[in-house]
């Protein structure tokens, strides 16, 4: 799914305490850099001599310069999520019901830097696009299960594709509001498209 883990340091990393500082020294270093001279303004090269490190090990810790900014290690938790709602349910309630549930176990994403990833995100075509890809996964795992339990194809891809717009719709409203938890708002939204109540 794009946005819930922005940029972070994926929190089942198992490395050691000294890759998980370098991670967090170079998301940070790259995040203040983003932010002062825009994404399309600036470099891995700058994000490395900020950080203090070379390149490689930029791109050790980040297969791209976009991942500086997305990263998602939650597909497997949203898939069983959706897995473990009624099959009886209609498809969209299902996606809409899973990812919230899924949403609720992972760890508080509304902290002050997520949002600004979140806004960083918003503010650049690139980033958009790179965010709607890294959607894909998250959607193909949940419309194979949506299949799996009996939906047509175009009722799953439709239920995901809904499910995952609203929650990128949320996300990028919250981050330009500093009055909504981006928790909040992502809860509104997957329950204006699958209320948890009929």
């Not at 883990?5 to 998980?20: A, L, M």
């Not at 899924?102 to 690139?126: F, M």
């Not at 965010?131 to 799953?156: F, Y």
Request: charged share 30%; hydrophobic share 40%.
């Amino acid at each position: 799914m794009l946005v819930t883990n922005i940029g972070g340091v994926d929190p089942r990393e198992h490395g050691t305490s000294k890759r998980r500082r370098t991670t967090e020294r170079v998301a940070a270093c790259a995040l203040d850099l983003f932010e002062r001279y825009g994404y399309d303004g600036t470099t891995v090269a700058q994000v490395a001599e900020a950080a203090g490190v070379t390149e490689m090990t930029v791109y050790r810790h980040f297969p791209s310069k976009e991942k500086l900014l997305l990263d998602d290690p939650y597909d497997p938790v949203i898939a069983s999520a959706v897995a473990g709602q009624d099959p009886t349910l209609s498809p969209l309630r299902r996606t809409a019901l899973g990812l919230r549930e899924a949403w609720e176990r992972l760890p508080e994403p509304a902290d002050e830097t997520t949002r600004r990833r979140v806004r960083l995100v918003a503010q650049s075509d690139a980033l958009r696009a790179a965010a709607w890809r890294s959607t894909q996964e998250t959607e193909r795992l949940i419309v194979e299960q949506l299949r799996r339990d009996g939906a047509g194809e175009l009722e799953a891809r439709v239920a995901a594709s809904a499910v995952l717009a609203a929650l990128m719709a949320a996300l990028f409203v919250a981050a330009g509001r500093d009055d909504l938890a981006l928790s909040t708002a992502v809860v509104d939204a997957l329950d204006l498209v699958g209320p948890p109540d009929d």
